[in-house]
């Protein structure tokens, strides 16, 4: 709950009645609202009290009972500053305090550091014990040795039959029609010798004719699709060899890295990441290194190579970048360009090799429909004759058209690749790749670090003891970034605004202030019918002092101020509420004045005219109360008036006058 701050005055009397006033010196702390009384030395000494007793003696002489009434006393009209101050109590608070937690399952081998301990950011906190860090590093290997395995197995798939098994098959292939085409000239000549060939067998023979040339033809057409579809599966593959060379080249030329199989199928940001960094990052760090770096053999890349790019070239290196031109380079979108190309030449490897094995099942189905005629008709040739040679040659072609279906066959399925399989072999590389990026992970959260410069609050856990992702181990707190944790009523909220400077004094540190800014006001709040506002108040901590949560505070917000104002006590104001007189000290007693008012508080106000520096107005004071104990500052020194310290500075706790 707020309050408005009530913080006394002190005006100081002459030291004789005709004596001018001394000039009110200014005190303020921080620039703000607490003040300190300040006594003039002057009523120390042993003169000083001799002037104060012979100023009211003058009083009492100059002001006779039949003039001035006995509650009244002289008091100087002096110049000083009004303030219209609020305030806010609370409490201080540390908002950058974090609890830490193992982001994994374990048991805790060592604590590094003690509680109240201060730590830099970085700084190891907790180890695990031995038997999790081989348990987490037995999963990376495990997890290295399955990717290494998937991206074999998909390299495999990719690289489909080695060329000396397609040439081998081929070869086979070609031998079997040789033979068959010779098998079926053999039968074919030696059935067209002049005989006594019934005319069943002169059409069965005509037939076998005809089948044999529709065979050779469809064979013929076969070799020539093949060998176009092989051209194309050829320029494809040759596109995507190159295509592939050219991003391992990228990641070569850029990081100086020699690039295995699986980081040649390994997309480019899946790559960096596996080498736990960015393109960008490893850019940005070598831009930000003056010298050049000898080569970091644990890190993939080539820390030289990266900074002969940043420096040494005569364009530009970007990071941050979606595209590169003549005048810069950007790494990341050439990469990934490089990559995007490969996925395509590697599309389009798949599709040719599609169509080739399409067009060879398309073909193969053609052949054996003329190769079922053959030996349909060449069937019907030995039905048609009795001659056992016949019959032998006829069954030798049938053979021999067999075995070529036999090879055909063969050769299809070994250029028949499956786009399924690959892109699941594709897959499983990927997953497996997460995999080992997750072990890794958990491998390096094996060991607890600070997350920022601060302090250790507390410990929770001790060695041997097993921790999870919910047990709470180390609370650290940054000490530099401290509040004030307040409220503030629906009166004042419209006066304050986020980055207002406040002064704010602590009941442990009275003698100090602190400064502080307004961090955030937030929305209101009803409490038993009352408004408020919660306040958070950044505040500056005092030098070689450490601060405890939970100490109470006060913050004191100036919203106004009149600076050189001439300021008399409220109990010296008379009149009416159209026309304020005060009565003024004479030669012979007092007379009564006009005067105009301007802002006041509780205790003093402003005398906009009327009245001059240095005059004396008799104010009233209670009967009861020892007049020195009311007016001065217990045993002497300057005149105090409720409201404001001997600075000059009166305050305004309640806004009034506004």
Known sequence: MNTRKETPVELTPSETHNSSPDVTRLISQSGFVTTTAVKFGVFIAVASTIAVVAYFGAQQFLLSDDDVADDRRAVAVQRGTLLDDITASGSVSFPELESLRFDISGTVGEILVEEGESVGEGQPLILLD??????????????????????????????????????IAESNLADARVASMNAASALAEYTSEDGADSPATTDAKSDLAEANEALADAISAAEDDAQAENELVEAAQEAYDDAVIDYSDQITGWFGSVVSEIDRATESSALLESWGTTVDAIFEESTATVDSPPDDPSTPWNESVVWVWTHLTPYPILTNCEYTSYTARCPSAEISDYWDAKVTAEEALIEAQDDAAAAAKAQQVLIDAAQDAVETAAEDVVDTVNDVEINALAATL????????????????????DSLEIKLATAAVNEANALLQNAKSELASANMSAPFTGIISSISVEPGDPVSRSTPTIDI??????????????????????????????????????????DEIGDGVNQQGIIEFPLTIALTPPDGIELIEGLSATATIVLNRINNALLIPLQAVGGSFTQATVDVVTENGFTTTNVKLGASDDFLVVVESGLSEGQEVLMTVTESVDPFQQLFGGGGGGIRIPGGAFTGEARRPGGGGR
Request: proline letters at 2%.
């Open 398 to 417: 049938a053979e021999k058209l067999e075995l070529e279906k036999d090879f055909e066959e063969t050769l299809v399925t070994l250029n028949d690749l």
């Open 477 to 518: 707190l940054d000490p530099s970034v401290v509040t004030l944790d307040g409220t503030i009523d629906e009166i004042d909220v419209l006066s304050l605004k986020i980055g207002d400077t406040v002064a704010v004094t602590l009941d442990a540190l009275p003698d100090q202030i602190l400064t502080g800014v307004i």
């Open 130 to 167: 031995d038997v999790t860090i081989s348990s987490l590093e037995s999963a990376v290997a495990n997890a290295e040795i399955t990717l290494q395995d998937a991206g074999e197995d998909l390299a495999e798939l990719l690289g489909g039959a080695t060329s000396l098994e397609r040439a």
